[in-house]
């Protein structure tokens, strides 16, 4: 048997999803390391003939005609909008990012594991570059950080999210893990989590409450334990809420933000405090108008920012966003991958992590635009790669010998 050695295709690919989760902010450097994991992928594909059997083809298909399409789209697009060539070309680089997870991953299950570790090791360097670089006189000062900051995006905080869940689920459905291991995942979940929460990300906690959820859910098998899951649920969330209003640093974190949030979509008095979410709720009408104008084919890729009454803001709602841009059919397009994924899981090892982070991407889409986004690809790839794993034997490429 072959022993699991680090090659240097495990450390490119390794590089490449820390850069694009915790240094996204500084283009260069991932996409120095996206190329660097795609030298070393390509000859894998070259010299490995049963690529063609492999899901690979049906993503590397999918991407085609998806990318095709926005390109095409083009040939519609307004005379002002002048960066839809730009989002065309973001596609493709995170497309690219995405297959080389597939091809690492793809029905090989130390790579599997080996990613998901990537994707917590880079939660771990945005806890560390927060606290590094962020002043601990401005943590719950009552405004979010400055968009010249990566901290200012919404991104660090969903990326440590979905860390969490990914943690959460190893805790529950690894019943072979050790006591150390159990306590160091509760220990990072609460770190990541906490720094989460003081970003002030309300998606943040959204994505770890419902990921939590369908974990327990999973994993009860019967409707007793379904009925107690839930109870504790909502006790979870009470309990929750009440220690965000009852802590200053976290209400002035994120507290504020629930309550300006559930006061807005309570109330139709546009006056309300919470102008970001009143902005929102304008913007995905105009691009729900914008769709019904262009049904069918949009009025070209990123072009709703340059229709709405507020130019050059996008939706932040990543189904209105693609309806309006590209219509009924590039929306088809992008979300028929949910489809091909959900069931390349069937048989796989990986179902009940595919099962958790499926859902948790659709209801994100409610609220972040996420068809060129670095996190969503790596996720993508990752799915993708996990749903080939259908038994404990691993299939794995031929290795590519490295000079």
Same mark, same amino acid.
């Given at each position: ?7 240097l295709f495990d450390i490119a690919v390794l590089l490449a999803v820390? /850069?694009?989760?915790?240094? +996204?902010?500084?283009? %260069? #450097? $991932?996409?120095? &390391? ?122 660090? /905080?969903?990326?440590?999210? +979905?860390?969490?869940? %990914? #943690? $959460?689920?190893? &805790? ?59 109870v504790i649920t909502m006790i979870f969330i009470l309990s929750g ?163």
């Amino acid at each position: 048997m072959r022993k699991n050695k680090i090659r240097l295709f495990d450390i490119a690919v390794l590089l490449a999803v820390v /850069a694009s989760v915790s240094f +996204y902010d500084i283009k %260069i #450097l $991932f996409l120095s &390391l996206q190329a660097l994991a795609l030298f070393f992928a390509i000859p894998i594909v070259i010299k490995n003939k049963r690529i063609k059997n492999t899901i690979v083809i049906k993503y590397f298909l999918w991407a085609l005609l998806f990318i095709l399409y926005s390109s095409l789209s083009i040939l519609w697009i307004s005379e002002e909008n002048n960066t839809a060539f730009m989002t065309i070309l973001s596609i493709i680089q995170v497309v690219l990012l995405s297959i080389v997870i597939i091809i690492y991953c793809d029905g090989k299950q130390n790579a599997v594991d080996r990613t998901f570790k990537y994707i917590i090791a880079a939660a771990g360097v945005l806890v560390a570059r927060f606290i590094l670089t962020v002043p601990v006189s401005q943590w719950g000062n009552g405004e979010r950080f400055s968009k010249d900051t990566i901290f200012g995006s919404n991104t660090p /905080a969903i990326a440590l999210a +979905y860390a969490s869940v %990914i #943690l $959460f689920w190893k &805790l529950i459905f690894n019943h072979k893990m050790k006591k150390w291991k159990k306590i160091s995942c509760v220990c990072l979940i609460l770190a990541f989590m906490a720094i989460a929460l003081l970003m002030g990300t309300k998606k943040s906690i959204l994505i770890f409450v419902i990921g939590s959820v369908i974990v327990l859910l999973l994993n009860s098998k019967n409707i007793v334990k379904i009925i107690k899951t839930l109870v504790i649920t909502m006790i979870f969330i009470l309990s929750g809420y009440m220690i965000i209003q009852n802590t200053p640093l976290l209400y002035n974190s994120i507290g504020y933000r629930i309550d300006s949030f559930i006061e807005t979509m309570t109330s139709d008095d546009s006056s309300s405090n919470m102008q970001s979410t009143a902005v929102r709720r304008r913007l995905l009408g105009e691009a729900i108008q914008v769709f019904k104008d262009n049904p069918v084919i949009g009025v070209g890729q990123d072009g709703f920012r340059y229709e709405s009454s507020m130019k050059g803001i996008y939706s932040h709602n990543n189904y209105a966003e693609l309806l309006a841009n590209l219509g009924v059919i590039g929306f088809a397009i992008y979300y028929s991958l949910y489809f091909i994924i959900y069931r390349g899981a069937k048989g796989s090892n990986y179902h009940i992590i595919i099962k958790v982070l499926l859902p948790i991407m659709l209801v994100v889409d409610i609220s972040a635009i996420t068809y060129s986004s670095e996190f969503e690809y790596i996720l993508f790839g990752l799915l993708l790669g996990a749903a080939g794993v259908k038994s404990e034997k691993e299939n794995e490429y031929e290795i590519v010998k490295e000079n």
